[in-house]
């Protein structure tokens, strides 16, 4: 189990389709669509879920992350899971799940370490996000500098950022 680290933003995204067509151009890989599905525990530190996913492997991921409508840095761990349902029952009965968010995820790799997300989540909308992962002894201003000219690449604008997770914009969460 290693701890790993990323820059991130997450913003509204009224025009996905316009969104879609920047993605095509600019990135170096197409990794196609992902339908996920994420459990929320509750947990004493960060967030915890169960990233359930067709197609790809299962994870258990606890995360860090500040909520901030900006570029934010986020500590994750991620465990691969064998048995999704299974772990989800036991978690369920000894934290209790605190959310369930059902996303569609378009995934464009960018730079090598830079992800794209062109997630449709159910409840909520389209949105984009930008992950630059970094490497452990990483100081993040590289993954920084990525991040913030991807986002103007992409056109992003601050009134489109949003400072939550999903769970918390589907429980109406306010930071």
């Given at each position: 189990m290693t701890s790993r680290q990323n820059v991130e933003l997450k913003a509204r995204d009224a025009d996905l389709a316009r969104t879609l067509r920047r993605c095509l151009e600019l990135a170096t890989d197409d990794q196609g669509v992902l339908r996920q599905r994420d459990s929320y525990f509750g947990a004493r530190d960060g967030r915890l879920k169960l990233r359930e996913q067709e197609p790809g492997p299962s994870y258990l991921i606890h995360y860090r992350r500040e909520d901030k409508a900006?570029?934010?840095?986020?500590?994750?761990?991620?465990?691969?899971?064998?048995?999704?349902?299974?772990?989800?029952?036991?978690?369920?009965?000894?934290?209790g799940i605190e959310c369930v968010v059902g996303k569609e995820r378009r995934l464009f790799l960018w730079e090598q370490?830079?992800?794209i997300h062109l997630?449709?989540?159910?409840?909520?909308?389209?949105?984009?996000?930008?992950?630059?992962?970094?490497?452990?002894?990483?100081?993040?201003?590289?993954?920084?500098?990525?991040?913030?000219?991807?986002?103007?690449?992409?056109?992003?604008?601050?009134?489109?950022?949003?400072?939550?997770?999903y769970s918390d914009l589907l429980r109406g969460h306010k930071p």
């Open positions: 900006e570029l934010r840095p986020s500590e994750y761990t991620l465990v691969e899971i064998a048995d999704p349902p299974a772990l989800a029952r036991l978690l369920a009965s000894a934290l370490n830079v992800r997630d449709r989540v159910d409840g909520l909308g389209t949105f984009v996000e930008i992950e630059a992962v970094a490497p452990p002894d990483s100081n993040l201003a590289r993954e920084r500098d990525q991040a913030e000219r991807l986002r103007a690449l992409l056109e992003i604008e601050s009134s489109q950022l949003v400072p939550t997770s």
